[in-house]
């Protein structure tokens, strides 16, 4: 690959960074706390390659009758352009329904750790909002049964598998790459016509004693109400 190919790659692929830790697409591949290393990793990047071809620019000056000897044709380098430009213009969305069937769900780590301890009881309210994380986790390993009997609200996406409507989400630890999906399996069919990917927020409780290692610790769920919602800006859960 030429010099010219690389310098120019190396500015898109920073400016691409650069621009998706501004508008906050980045949350589509890693967690926030990463947004200062993402943004600084793109400036020195484009710097990097700004300085590249300045460098070049000027020793071509100096030797005028001096061409790059390369004689093969720049088009197959020149088409690594194309992915970097599909970034730079259209990021990918997040993950969402496919990964989730690709990936067996499972109980969160941070839940195997906190078996031997109590969970602390939930806070007053008719409806309480909690994440899909902590409601798997509660569901799983509480042997207290903090959710019985409470009505939470859950947020995530629909996801059609083997005859059942799940909602899911995705939790990371660091980025994408490391994404495993929590699941609840939603009873009484209000969400069987919706499309999967599509986003939604129910009101309901758990039906206890569902979420076990024979059901992937996926805890049916009975819903009071759900509505459909806008796609959140940050889709994962931590």
């Avoid at 309210?125 to 959710?147: C, I, M, Y």
């Amino acid at each position: 690959m030429k010099r010219e190919t690389q310098n120019i790659l190396l500015i898109l692929l920073g400016g691409a960074l650069v621009k998706i830790a501004v508008n906050g697409d980045y949350l589509r591949y890693v967690k926030p706390a990463q947004q200062p290393w993402v943004i600084a990793g793109g400036a020195v990047m484009v710097l990097l390659g700004a300085v590249a071809i300045v460098r070049d620019l000027l020793a071509r000056r100096a030797v005028p009758g001096d061409h790059d000897g390369h004689s093969h044709s720049a088009r197959p380098a020149w088409l690594l352009l194309v992915p970097v430009l599909a970034v730079f213009l259209v990021a990918p969305p997040a993950l969402g329904a496919d990964s989730v069937i690709r990936t067996e769900a499972r109980v969160p780590a941070s839940a195997a750790a906190a078996n031997a301890a109590a969970f602390p009881a939930l806070p007053a309210g008719d409806v309480v909002p909690l994440s899909v994380n902590e409601f798997v986790s509660r569901a799983g390993w509480d042997a207290a049964g903090t959710l019985n009997g409470r009505t939470v609200s859950l947020t995530g996406f629909v996801v059609h598998t083997e005859g059942s409507t799940l909602l899911a989400r995705l939790v990371i630890s660091c980025c994408a790459a490391d994404a495993f999906p929590v699941t609840v399996r939603l009873r009484g069919g209000e969400a069987d016509h919706l499309a999967s990917d599509a986003w939604i927020q129910v009101t309901g409780q758990v039906v206890p004693g569902t979420a076990t290692k024979a059901s992937n610790y996926t805890p049916d769920f009975t819903p009071a109400s759900l509505t459909t919602v806008p796609t959140p800006k940050d889709p994962y859960e931590y």
